[in-house]
């Protein structure tokens, strides 16, 4: 199945629900995805590409060092289907010259991806699935790459500061 390099190019916000919207675009720059994901996943991914470093490890810090203590490294991570408005990933690691798929959701195997500095790619076949991204469905990104990511630092802070621990509490 061919793939096409990516890489993130911003995570936004949808008008409507405020759900984050991760941006993925190729090489060119002429070809969009857009995968809606939770706003945890968002700020683990948006941590990383800022270089936000806490005294602890985070969850995806925490798998990246579990993995590389077993000897295995993330190799890349393919969008590798899109089923029913759901897309689905895989991790792909390679240990001692074999490589194995693992199962994932697009936000977290990005987030890995960034970790590792592994290479990002989306099946054509996702491409051509996916409903084209339209800028107005989101706000002004709020995390991008390149120019604008000083002045988007400020807005990503900002939804930071804002939010409320109480909401993120799991219940036993």
Known sequence: MKTVPMFVHAITLDRDSNSPILILKD???????AIWIGLLE????????ESLEFARPMTHDLALNLLEAAGARIARIVVNDLKENTYHAEVILEKDGEFMAVDARPSDAVALALRAEADILVNEEVLEKAQPFEERTAK???IMQGDRK???QEKWNKILE???PDAFKYKM
Do not use: F, K, Y
């Open 162 to 164: 804002e939010l409320d």
């Open 42 to 49: 968002a700020t683990a991914i948006a941590t990383e590409l």
């Open 140 to 142: 002004e990104p709020v």
């Open 27 to 33: 090489g060119s720059g002429t070809r969009t995805l």
């Open 150 to 152: 000083e002045q988007d």
